[in-house]
């Protein structure tokens, strides 16, 4: 969606009101991007759409705006990440989950999404039997 099209935050007196429940907000390291999710759910996705929205923070206007959104559908997104290292942001959406990149015109695009279940590959069972699993491609943390 064009930024220009992106609904604003209403604001009651000092007090931002999304349009939407919000699952998730993260926020880069300046400060300038954050990006939240929300919604309503699978039966409520025509009332309160399932979205992502990212929002700036204009230090010199002193102005908080929503540049874009994606409507998800019927999957509610609950959680947000952002990655410095990688200058990336993650979004998880019941069993989908998405790689986001924040463009220089201050747009989303979601460069990766996944399903969980199909995706993972089998590391064998965790100390309290569960199954460990690891995307293709990942690099295992020390």
Same mark, same amino acid.
């Given at each position: 969606?064009?930024?220009?099209? !992106? &609904?604003?935050?209403?604001?009651? *007196?000092?007090?931002?009101?999304?349009?939407?429940?919000?699952?998730?907000? !993260?926020?880069?390291?300046?400060?300038?991007?954050?990006?939240?999710?929300?919604?309503?759910?699978? !039966?409520?996705?025509?009332?309160?759409?399932?979205? =992502?929205?990212?929002? =700036?923070?204009?230090?010199?206007? *002193?102005?908080?705006?929503?540049?874009?959104?994606?409507?998800? *559908?019927?999957?509610?997104?609950?959680?947000?990440?952002?990655?410095?290292?990688?200058?990336?942001?993650?979004?998880?959406? *019941?069993?989908?989950?998405?790689?986001?990149?924040?463009?220089?015109?201050?747009?989303?695009? =979601?460069?990766?999404?996944? #399903?969980?279940?199909?995706?993972?590959?089998?590391?064998? #069972?965790?100390?309290?039997?569960? &199954?460990?699993?690891?995307?293709?491609?990942?690099?295992?943390?020390?």
């Amino acid at each position: 969606m064009a930024s220009a099209d !992106a &609904k604003q935050p209403g604001k009651d *007196g000092e007090n931002w009101q999304m349009p939407y429940p919000m699952m998730g907000l !993260a926020a880069c390291e300046n400060g300038r991007h954050m990006i939240s999710c929300g919604g309503g759910g699978s !039966a409520g996705k025509k009332e309160i759409p399932n979205e =992502i929205h990212l929002h =700036i923070w204009d230090e010199v206007l *002193g102005k908080f705006s929503t540049v874009d959104r994606r409507n998800l *559908g019927a999957v509610l997104p609950v959680n947000v990440a952002y990655s410095h290292q990688q200058d990336l942001w993650t979004c998880s959406a *019941g069993p989908k989950g998405y790689l986001i990149e924040v463009k220089e015109n201050e747009e989303m695009e =979601i460069v990766h999404e996944f #399903t969980s279940e199909y995706e993972q590959q089998d590391l064998g #069972t965790n100390h309290d039997g569960t &199954k460990r699993t690891m995307e293709p491609n990942q690099e295992k943390c020390m």
